[in-house]
Nanobody, 121 residues
Framework: QVQLVESGGGLVQPGGSLRLSCVVSGSIFSITARRWYRQAPGKELELVGWIARDGSSDYADSVKGRFTISGDSAKNTVFLQMNNLKPEDTAVYYC???????????????WGQGTQVTVSS
């Protein structure tokens, strides 16, 4: 069974930094794109950024220059480094990934449970 588990959220002051982690576990044949989303209270789900298997990445305009996505393929982990955080970055952050498991070799999108990030003084 494939699982994604996020960690690293918390309370941080404006201008501070956090690094979120998303560990993928299970009997995995292949992982392609990995993404980070966020959802602020009362707002729609927003794509923060993504990283492809070749290492290419892109970000929402609201976080460009402040957030960086990286991956550790050996550990099936993807990171979201968040710098110069702002109160408007407050949200629940979710990772997802397109994964084919050995059980069926079918590419499926899996989601983590989310981790809360609160930016406040």
């Amino acid at each position: 069974q494939v699982q994604l588990v996020e960690s690293g959220g918390g309370l941080v002051q404006p201008g501070g930094s956090l690094r979120l982690s998303c560990v993928v576990s299970g009997s995995i044949f292949s992982i392609t794109a990995r993404r980070w989303y966020r959802q602020a209270p009362g707002k729609e789900l927003e794509l923060v950024g993504w990283i492809a298997r070749d290492g290419s990445s892109d970000y929402a305009d609201s976080v460009k220059g402040r957030f960086t996505i990286s991956g550790d393929s050996a550990k099936n982990t993807v990171f979201l480094q968040m710098n110069n955080l702002k109160p408007e970055d407050t949200a629940v952050y979710y990772c997802n990934a397109d994964i084919a498991a050995y059980s069926d070799y079918t590419m499926t999108t899996y989601w983590g449970q989310g981790t809360q990030v609160t930016v406040s003084s």
